[in-house]
């Protein structure tokens, strides 16, 4: 099996794409503005589709300016089906501007 999450958020399979086999660890990169509740958010997100979110499994990187934030969090993948959630509901905030 192998897929990847196009711009369109949609994972799509193709023969150049990485092979993925489940379950694994995998970082979802979540990109938006900088402002107090936006981890909040994020985490919040992620324990609905993954369980509890422990801070060893979290890192976070400021812009140069502040304006923006990225936050990584490694999670046990189950199958693409919880990745596709996962990438839906955080677009779904209106707060998150990319999904990596």
């Known amino acids: 099996m192998s897929e990847l999450i196009g711009s369109s958020g949609q994972i799509s399979s193709g023969e150049d794409?990485?092979?993925i086999e489940?379950?694994?660890?995998?970082?979802?990169?979540v990109?938006?503005?900088?402002?107090?509740?936006?981890?909040?958010?994020?985490?919040?997100?992620?324990?609905?589709?993954t369980g509890a979110v422990h801070?060893?499994?979290?890192s976070e990187k400021p812009s140069g300016k502040g304006t923006f934030v990225s936050i990584t969090i490694i999670i046990t993948a189950t199958g693409k089906e919880?990745?596709?959630?996962?990438?839906?509901?955080?677009?779904?905030?209106g707060r998150v501007k990319m999904v990596l």
């Open 31 to 49: 990109l938006g503005r900088h402002t107090d509740d936006f981890r909040e958010i994020v985490i919040d997100v992620m324990t609905r589709h």
């Open 82 to 93: 919880q990745i596709q959630a996962i990438f839906d509901d955080l677009k779904a905030t």
């Open 55 to 58: 801070d060893a499994q979290v």
């Open 22 to 29: 489940f379950p694994c660890q995998y970082p979802i990169k």
């Open 17 to 19: 794409a990485p092979k």
